[in-house]
């Protein structure tokens, strides 16, 4: 298995996938919390629009797809809070017209389905050096700022107005939560692709769920399993050929499974007491 360290760019696949395995889940942990499970798919259908523009225009698809992706999560933070629109409708509006202006807009430029399918499913193997130096510098932003700002996050997604009350102000820390989950998409999209990367900030966090007592236990332990499946992913990837996107996701699927089949064993056993949650 340590051959795979030979060839660098397995080397620099491991490292991209480190950075995503950590970044996804913790932002994806406020996701959920807060019923926006599916906030990273609307974001990601807008980011591909992003990155049809950078084709289009000859400029880096990753700075398009960052600029196309906080927007869109500025329009879903601003219909929801002052165009009356459901949270729901609001990523229906971005899942349709984001896929569709890619779509076009990638056709418009003349790259091929092979360019598509690199962005909407990864090719975490075709990472280089320079893109591993934007990868590691967005997640890391993200990292610091999701761990600095813990506690007034927590507060915002558990319950809005007692933060509001308590003099959190509640719509910057929202906005702030879609802008980061939108630099996340960007820097998984090259790993798992923007159709699976909302997976990644959500199915590490559903596993964590099921054993941990705590917000900060679940968070800690989303962000560990997600650093567990992206890196067994790419190995696993590497030994039996496969996609290393998908194979990322269906190891994150195969932790929440266990960690399912553990709680459904502490419960018959009488070791799990189901508690309000708390930061911890």
Do not use: K
Request: aromatic share 6%.
């Amino acid at each position: 298995m340590l051959e795979l360290l030979d060839y660098p760019f397995m080397r620099y696949a491991l490292a991209a996938a480190v950075v995503t395995g950590l970044t996804a889940p913790a932002i994806g942990t406020f996701l959920v919390q807060r019923r926006l499970a599916l906030l990273g798919d609307g974001i990601g259908h807008v980011a591909l629009t992003g990155v049809a523009l950078g084709l289009l225009t000859g400029t880096a698809p990753v700075l398009t797809a960052v600029i196309a992706a906080t927007l869109g999560a500025l329009a879903i933070e601003l219909m929801r809070t002052y165009a009356r629109t459901s949270g729901d409708v609001a990523l229906a509006m971005l899942f349709y017209g984001g896929i569709a202006a890619g779509v076009m807009l990638i056709n418009l430029a003349g790259d091929s389905a092979a360019t598509l399918n690199s962005y909407l499913f990864g090719s975490i193997v075709t990472v280089s050096p320079d893109d591993l130096t934007v990868i590691a510098i967005l997640g890391g932003i993200v990292l610091v700022v999701v761990l600095a700002a813990t506690p007034q996050l927590f507060a915002v997604c558990q319950d809005e107005e007692h933060a509001r009350v308590s003099g959190v102000p509640v719509r910057w820390y929202g906005i702030l939560i879609a802008v980061l989950a939108a630099v996340t998409i960007t820097v998984a999209m090259r790993t798992v692709g923007l159709l699976l990367v909302s997976a990644l900030m959500v199915v590490p966090v559903a596993a964590a769920q099921q054993v941990a007592r705590s917000f900060r236990a679940t968070h800690l332990l989303a962000m560990g399993l997600g650093l567990l499946a992206a890196i067994v992913g790419v190995i696993a990837s590497f030994e039996i050929d496969t996609q290393p996107g998908p194979t990322i996701v269906l190891t994150a699927m195969l932790c929440f499974a266990v960690l399912a089949a553990a709680r459904g064993v502490m419960t018959l056993t009488g070791r799990w007491r189901r508690r309000p949650l708390e930061l911890g």
